[in-house]
Nanobody, 121 residues
């Protein structure tokens, strides 16, 4: 199994920045893609970004492209989501997840507990 723990959420004003972290443990060798998702109240869970295990392939949802950057530090088994130019509509619970598949928007098997991001206007 893989365990994922997110951190770094909080309250920020519109236009501000936050960096989320996702620390992985367990069978990390089984992870090909690590993805970030978010879910706002009353809305479906939304794919945000994904990065492969080498870090040389990244994917973004159109809603965050140019504002968010996903990266990883394999020495720390940690994936980051740098979020800049935050907007109130970015308010959501953010989750990281891991997938053994070669498809960035495919099935993700393991999920973290989530971290709340609130952007005030």
């Amino acid at each position: 199994q893989v365990q994922l723990v997110e951190s770094g959420g909080g309250l920020v004003q519109a236009g501000g920045s936050l960096r989320l972290s996702c620390a992985a443990s367990g069978r990390t060798f089984s992870i090909y893609f690590t993805g970030w998702f978010r879910q706002a109240p009353g809305k479906e869970r939304e794919f945000i970004a994904a990065i492969n295990w080498t870090g040389d392939s990244t994917y973004y949802a159109d809603s965050v492209k140019g504002r968010f950057t996903i990266s990883r530090d394999n020495a720390k088994n940690t994936v980051y989501l740098q979020m800049n130019s935050l907007k109130p509509e970015d308010t959501a619970v953010y989750y990281c997840a891991s997938s053994p598949n070669l498809i960035p928007r495919g099935r993700y098997d393991y999920w973290g507990q989530g971290t709340q991001v609130t952007v005030s206007s």
